[in-house]
């Protein structure tokens, strides 16, 4: 991203060059296993990747905040008694979310000018909507500087945004990700209680390839809340033995021998998907402790089947993509990232192949779905930060 390009934007739509804007940057993330998991209480392995959001911003003193991106056409004007209400289904719902939360701490908030510019791929499962709540929230944090809030503290903030405003009941891992993310280390978190501790992730000989399937899906109005609705009745079932409110709170040995007490073969599914997939990562972090990423690999693939047979969240294109993937030698594993429905998959892939993984696993996905993929060598980055 050229900075000084977006710079001159900003002064081109706000005025006023001789005050310039703070700049300040928001990675997207991938989560490399543990999926759906995070707002089942369960475990989550993601990490920041080098693909994020650019917010420039200003504090001005008419009490209005102008909201511009590079990326969307809309933009728009509020004045700050009225940062509480949704615009639509736009996109700046996102930061207006973070607003609300502000407002609720009882922060006074004073107009901005605020222009955003991200180069993640839009519905592509990289959480681009995390990273723009999450720049949103440590740009204000910076400026108002309000009473102290935390790292964590504005992640939680932004979780609340999306469920309470935005209306999407997505679990923690996101912003966590976004917000915690260090360069070179996964996140090895535990939804539930929060605790989380930074896993060594330096692939060497290899490569971690972001898979775009380029079939669109909004979160938003897909089975995401369908799926959370039947891993809950999944948790009345089990609750009737056992004292728990989450399903990432049951071991798989617990659930292998009380499964049947969940007479619903589908919510059986469903939960099986979410224990079984809690394993993994506890797995997966075993075989990164021990630099072992083929048995990592196997753990993708494996995360991969169970979310196309138990939990039904892929699809043709996903699942077409990660079948090339996985054909390939050189390719130790290969599976879909993200809510699915779409969005992306993540492989990691040998150095000397890549460049024949993108060719190859392009155009077989192109021939079988005739949609064009596109493919991004991600890099392991820090998380949310000032760009001075």
């Not at 964590?152 to 932004?158: F, N």
């Amino acid at each position: 991203m050229d900075l000084k390009i977006l710079n001159e934007l900003f002064i081109k739509m706000y005025g006023k060059p001789e005050v310039g804007p703070r700049c300040f940057f928001a990675p997207g993330r991938v989560n490399l296993i543990g999926e759906h998991t995070d707002y089942n209480g369960g475990f989550v392995l993601p990490c920041a990747i080098q693909h994020g959001t650019y917010l420039l911003v200003r504090p001005n003193a008419d009490g209005v905040v102008r909201l511009g991106s590079t990326n969307m056409e809309f933009s728009t004007a509020i004045p700050v008694g009225e940062l509480s209400q949704k615009v639509g289904n736009q996109w700046v719902n996102y930061p207006l979310g973070i607003f609300d939360q502000f407002r609720k701490l009882g922060i006074t908030i004073p107009g901005f000018e605020m222009l955003y510019s991200g180069d993640i791929p839009n519905g592509a499962g990289l959480s681009s909507s995390a990273s723009i709540e999450m720049v949103t929230a440590f740009a204000l944090n910076m400026i108002l500087k309000p009473v102290p809030l935390e790292m964590i503290d504005l992640v939680k903030m932004a979780q609340r945004s999306e469920n309470e405003f935005v209306g999407l009941n997505c679990g923690i891992m996101d912003m966590f990700a976004v917000g915690m993310g260090h360069k070179d280390h996964a996140l090895f978190l535990n939804c539930l209680t929060l605790e989380h501790k930074r896993v060594p992730f330096v692939l060497r000989g290899f490569k971690l390839i972001i898979g775009n399937t380029n079939k669109q899906r909004g979160l938003a109005d897909s089975k995401y809340n369908e799926r959370v609705a039947e891993c809950q009745l999944a948790v009345t079932y089990l609750s009737q033995s056992l004292p728990v409110s989450k399903l990432g709170e049951i071991s798989f040995m617990q659930f292998f021998k009380m499964q049947e007490e969940i007479p619903d073969e589908l919510i059986r599914r469903r939960a099986r998907h979410v224990i079984s997939e809690n394993q993994r990562v506890l797995n997966s972090v075993s075989s990164l402790l021990k630099d072992d990423i083929l048995q990592f690999g196997a753990l993708m693939n494996a995360s991969h089947e169970s979310l196309r047979d138990n939990y039904e969240v892929t699809g043709f294109e996903l699942d077409t993509m990660v079948a090339e993937a996985q054909k390939m030698n050189g390719v130790v594993g290969s599976r879909m990232t993200g809510a699915g429905f779409g969005g992306c998959t993540v492989s990691i892939v040998r150095e000397d192949v890549v460049d024949k993984f993108i060719e190859q696993v392009g155009y077989e996905y192109h021939l079988k779905t005739g949609l064009k993929a596109d493919f991004y060598i991600a890099e392991v980055s820090d998380g949310v930060r000032e760009i001075k």
